[in-house]
């Protein structure tokens, strides 16, 4: 299965990342306790963005990414992290959408975080 999908990967035509097909990659298959596998994937692309970071901001890596990485809010299953059971009072005066703006998602935008610096010891 994972030469299947790393097959699909490198080509140019059927990558998920568009133009910006797989050209190396590093893979390490591993076994859950009941014997299930999993892989690992390390990908190089051909085309990947290669910018300074400025101020937590990286716009071409996050136009990159924000397809492969972003829910869509209408996606018929979503991921079960926080539920809401809607009532009536969700859609109060007409609405459209939930007045509480369920499902939440952990930000509204795509945003590619980077480390904490590690805080000096006062002790």
Known sequence: MV???MKVLRNSWTS????DHVVGSVKR???KH???PYAHLFLWLNQAPNEEVQNNFMPNTVRMAEPLLSLDHDAPERPRCQEHQHTHTCYKGGRKKCMFHAPFWP???TKLLT?????ADDD
């Open 29 to 31: 298959l591993e076994f």
């Open 3 to 5: 030469r299947v999908i």
């Open 16 to 19: 998920l990342f568009k133009q």
């Open 115 to 119: 480390p904490l610096q590690a805080a």
């Open 107 to 109: 930000m509204p935008s």
């Open 34 to 36: 009941k014997g299930s």
